[in-house]
């Protein structure tokens, strides 16, 4: 298969742009899948379009209100039970293709192109309507397979058993989607057992999913909980220059996927039928004692000024404390992009020119932190190293393309510069790919501003060159002055300077001596 290349863009919004080298020409493409994909908006498949230009064609998908798959998963541990429910979820989409009269050989199973919404098991995959498939049906069923081991790196306990299980359904070649989604099934009803019999709740109010309980969705729904957790999406570029967002401290002690915060389990309902029971209870003696005692229409005029001015009090009162509540917990980031729920439409884009893709795209693209694809003979624990993804050619570049502006190679010592509140530090780069956000693992540098996202900037090293990309965060990132698209790598060379969560954020300049 030719090399697929990805870039980013804000033209409608967020998207990400695949083409390939050589290109994708028209007649490559299955005209029975343009028309389903044209005419239905499909489950768990990216909002689609694509356009076509001096004979290339270019995809484009929305991806705005999502944020890409490996950053949440590089944010949280992630259970069991929640491991095998994105698993079916994955199973689910590649099953509902078929449905559609789609083909899972077309999903692109890779990392870098699976994306989820505000829960974790909201899967959405890029689809490519190539004749030939983008994979053949044995390279399909190794990369699902890649997909399921390389997850089980942010899983804790890890179950080897029913990771056996799960790989043992590769045995025959072919995609065994049916037979996985059976075991997931299972695997999930018996995980939920477990996880209830050690915390004493009885079965009959378990709502555990039998192998058997109708549909996957259904399924997922049972086991589903509420995924609070403080992950960072995609940033609005209206923001940018204002007031950077706080959030709350990272909790020291972990938290699994779908464990609700003891703040918001604490938290009593309350419900505004008590302030107005409290109103009518007040202009009712209002009434009662200085109109009714003595009816006269000066009497009648300040009793209804009375109520209104209580009414106006009640009102700003109540007002005022969903504000406090609203500054002191925030229990759930909300998304910045508008989420798309159907697909893009065609009809402004059968033409488009050069000069409209040109300044929205990049020269480069950067890598992905990944774990190894290794696990032992037993399948019961799984390398918990990172590693790197070979990085993705670029959308425009051309074969003899290799400076990089203002890049220089990396031979020499660099190192970030840090100015924040008048003072200055110098932070050593010594990974190459070296993150910067507020969490305290994971990262280079743990970033204590307020407004930076967890995982907020990643600076690697591509082809000898740096390249810098913001990992889709909450209040976005400057870089020289202007905003980085979400993703999208950008080259960084000496002297250049970026502003995390505003231009009143920390300051990082690369250094070199």
């Known amino acids: 298969m030719e090399k697929l290349r990805i870039d980013f863009a804000m033209n ?29 908006s499909i489950p768990y498949l ?36 929640h491991y095998y429910s994105l698993l079916l979820s994955l199973t689910d989409a590649l ?29 959405r995959l890029a689809y490519i309507p190539l004749k030939t498939g983008i994979d053949s049906t044995s390279q399909a069923n190794n990369s699902l397979m890649n997909l399921i081991v390389r997850w089980t790196a942010y899983v804790e306990p890890l179950d080897g058993s029913g990771l056996k299980q799960l790989l043992h359904a590769f045995n025959a070649g072919n995609l065994p989607l049916t037979r996985l989604r059976d075991i997931l099934l299972k695997l999930i009803s018996k995980t939920a057992g477990q ?13 555990i999913v039998g192998a058997g309980s109708g549909s996957l969705r259904e399924a997922q729904a049972e086991l589903q909980t509420p995924i609070v957790s403080q992950s960072e999406h995609s940033l609005d570029a209206v923001r940018i220059s204002g007031p950077a967002r706080t959030e709350e401290d990272q909790e020291e002690t972990p938290r699994y996927w779908g464990e609700p915060e003891e703040e918001e389990q604490q938290r009593p309902a309350r419900s505004p039928w008590v302030a ?67 697909p893009l439409p065609s009809s402004s884009w059968p033409s488009v020119n050069s000069s409209s893709i040109e300044p929205n795209t990049t020269d480069s693209i950067g890598t992905y932190s990944v774990p190894p694809a290794r696990m032992d003979d037993s399948m019961s624990n799984a390398t918990r190293g990172r590693a790197m993804v070979p990085p993705t050619m670029l959308l425009g570049a051309s074969e003899t393309e290799g400076d990089e502006g203002d890049v220089k190679p990396v031979g020499m010592t660099y190192w970030l510069q840090r100015q924040w509140n008048g003072k200055e530090e110098r932070i050593e780069l010594k990974e190459d790919c070296f993150k910067i956000g507020r969490a305290n693992e994971g990262v280079g540098y743990e970033e204590i501003a307020e407004g930076v996202s967890r995982l907020h900037l990643e600076i690697a090293i591509v082809e000898q060159h740096y390249q810098v990309k913001d990992l889709g965060s909450r209040n976005g990132s400057l870089l020289n002055g202007k905003l980085m698209i979400p993703y999208k790598s950008y080259p960084f060379g000496e002297g250049d300077q970026i502003h995390l969560a505003g231009d009143k954020g920390p300051m990082y300049e690369l250094k070199c001596g």
């Open 276 to 342: 107005g029971a409290l109103y009518v209870l007040l202009a009712a003696l209002i009434w009662r004692f200085l109109y009714l005692s003595n009816p006269t229409n000066q009497r009648m005029l300040l009793s209804l000024a009375l109520s209104l001015i209580l009414l106006a009090s009640l009102v700003y009162l109540w007002r005022r404390r969903s504000q406090l509540l609203m500054t002191s917990a925030e229990p759930v980031d909300e998304e910045l992009f508008e989420l798309h729920s159907g």
């Open 46 to 81: 990216l909002s689609w379009d694509w356009y076509e230009l001096d004979g290339k064609v270019t995809f484009r998908y929305a991806i705005n209100g999502s944020k890409l798959l490996l950053h949440r998963l590089q944010q949280d541990t992630l259970s069991m039970k």
């Open 195 to 207: 996880a209830e019999q050690q915390a004493g709740i009885p079965e009959q109010q378990a709502g």
């Open 12 to 40: 409608r919004g967020h998207e990400m742009l695949i083409d390939r080298k050589p290109p994708i020409e028209r007649h490559e493409l299955d005209e029975l899948e343009l028309n389903m994909l044209r005419q239905r």
């Open 95 to 123: 099953m509902e293709c078929k449905d559609y009269m789609l083909r899972p050989e077309c999903c692109l199973l890779d990392d870098q192109y699976i994306f989820v919404g505000e829960r974790l098991e909201d899967i």
